[in-house]
């Protein structure tokens, strides 16, 4: 595993824009000033922050050490409207009201709900799902946040593909729907597969179980196959995401040397892929009625949208016999970055009574190569061939998925450590003990895991503590 820092400079969170990126030699014991001062990243800017992936905000830069594979990230600093209220009030301690200290905590809370809403980038699919609607929190209409939940709902629990929306905390275990940050369609000759990545919530996540697709269990579909991941800082791309794609629908008939153009929406394209079909079928019929082979020809050029100059990438073939749909990609890599026309153009002659030859383009995937492991998300990432059990619009996904590993007493069956579900506190005599036969457990009174765990007062204590997703930049276990 790679032990380099990578440290990233932002200029802005909401662009891609300007982003600079470098990777330092991790060398054991050294400060992260050390490290920054060596990039040259004007990271003492005014209204500037240091996060680190694994730890959050740094505070002291000349005493944090950083792990070997850490990503620092220099970004503005996203000012908290509640942190000078929240402060006096862990000041004044004992002799506050408990209604002000209740207060306080909301306040703090629904902070934490904005400083959360770190937007995924979401591409354009050829077919999206059912969105929900977040109603007007607020506003005129006295709308809800639960009124277009994609948790509660008369329609259940819902796949959404959402830019904005909160990364889902989740604490204990519970049904999830996944917000789609990635989706496109492969072909493979005829068969025909959609691929999601979802991000399901923040990690390290315990497990992913019980995943359904449009209600019903993965199990009983053919041709898919699943990818998880739990959230780790270190966890690997998932295979077949390891690039961005912006999938956009043209359907668009092509005829005899009448070229179509099309202009991609992205300004930092690396690639193309090309969907065509031939919509009738391919083939010829012969006067005894048989079915004969026949082929459609084209060609594709391309250039930047800034050029003049074509660049053309030759003559195709299509050759079937088939009296259905027909449908292939051609694809182009290695591309400057940039936004560029793309010309297809059908060179071979139209259908006749006698030979069918209908040419298509269907859609055109505009995609982008980018290393996205997507370091402490959770993800589901699906890859679905189209069948009679599975085809037509996006499916709706769902699964359970046994949330966060938090901090939680380290319960210990002798010199085995005891997972949450199976153990109880037996009030009686002060003693953990297994769930299944009563044998009594131990706690040494000092000793903490990092582990699954539905106690809502360890859940609650890593919403207050921690310092990535909580509120740990402005509360410490001191003020507990």
């Given at each position: 595993m790679n032990s380099d820092l990578r440290i990233v400079w932002i200029p802005n969170q909401l662009k891609k824009e300007g982003r600079i990126e470098q990777f330092s030699?991790?060398?054991?014991?050294?400060?992260?000033r050390a490290?920054?001062?060596?990039?040259?990243?004007?990271?003492?800017?005014?209204?500037?922050?240091?996060?680190?992936?694994?730890?959050?905000?740094i505070k002291d830069l000349d005493s944090f050490i950083p792990d070997g594979g850490d990503e620092i990230l220099i970004m503005k600093e996203i000012k908290d409207p509640f942190t000078i209220g929240f402060s006096i009030a862990i000041a004044v301690g004992a002799s506050i009201t408990t209604a002000v200290v209740v207060g306080a905590i909301v306040e703090a809370l629904v902070t934490l709900a904005v400083l959360a809403s770190i937007a995924y980038s979401i591409y354009s699919a050829f077919q999206k799902p059912k969105k929900p609607n977040f109603g007007t929190f607020g506003g005129v209409s006295g709308g809800s946040l639960e009124e277009g939940s994609p948790t509660y709902g008369w329609d259940g629990v819902r796949t959404i593909q959402e830019?904005?929306?909160?990364?889902?905390?989740?604490?204990?275990?519970?049904?999830?729907?996944g917000n789609i940050i990635n989706q496109y369609v492969w072909n493979d000759g005829d068969k025909e597969y959609l691929n999601l990545l979802l991000a399901l919530g923040e990690g390290e996540i315990d497990s992913i179980s019980d995943i359904k697709i449009n209600e019903n269990p993965f199990e009983n579909y053919s041709g898919l196959t699943k990818y998880e991941r739990y959230g780790t800082n270190d966890q690997t791309?998932?295979?077949?995401?390891?690039?961005?794609?912006s999938v956009n629908d043209v359907s668009a008939n092509l005829l005899k040397d009448s070229p179509y153009t099309y202009t991609t929406v992205d300004q930092e394209v690396e690639a193309f892929e090309?969907?065509?079909?031939?919509?009738?079928?391919?083939?010829?019929?012969?006067?005894?009625?048989?079915?004969?082979?026949?082929?459609?020809?084209?060609?594709i050029e391309y250039k930047l949208h800034s050029s003049g100059t074509w660049i053309d990438l030759g003559e195709q073939t299509i050759s079937a016999s088939s009296r259905t749909a027909v449908r292939r990609k051609f694809r182009k890599d290695g591309l400057e970055a940039g936004q560029y026309d793309i010309r297809v153009t059908k060179t071979s002659d139209n259908s006749t009574s006698m030979k069918i030859s209908d040419l298509r383009l269907v859609r055109v995937d505009e995609i982008k190569n980018d290393d996205l492991a997507y370091p402490n998300t959770a993800l589901l990432g699906l890859k679905l061939l189209a069948t009679d059990?599975?085809?037509?619009?996006?499916?709706n996904v769902n699964c359970i998925v046994k949330g966060l590993k938090i901090k939680t007493y380290a319960v210990m069956n002798g010199a085995t450590p005891v997972p949450y579900e199976d153990y109880y506190w037996d009030q009686t005599t002060s003693k953990f003990r297994l769930l299944a036969d009563d044998t009594e457990l131990s706690w040494d009174g000092s000793s903490y895991a990092t582990a699954w765990s539905a106690n809502?007062?360890?859940?609650?204590?890593?919403?207050?503590?921690?310092?990535?997703?909580?509120?740990g930049e402005y509360i410490s276990t001191t003020n507990i």
């Open positions: 030699k991790f060398e054991r014991g050294k400060t992260i490290y920054l001062d060596e990039t040259g990243f004007d990271y003492r800017k005014d209204g500037y922050a240091v996060l680190s992936s694994k730890s959050g905000r830019v904005g929306v909160p990364i889902a905390l989740i604490y204990g275990r519970h049904k999830i729907g791309i998932i295979e077949g995401f390891e690039q961005l794609h090309v969907e065509l079909s031939c919509p009738y079928g391919l083939f010829e019929s012969a006067s005894n009625g048989d079915l004969l082979p026949n082929e459609v020809k084209y060609k059990q599975l085809s037509g619009a996006t499916p809502p007062v360890w859940c609650l204590y890593d919403l207050i503590i921690n310092n990535r997703y909580g509120l």
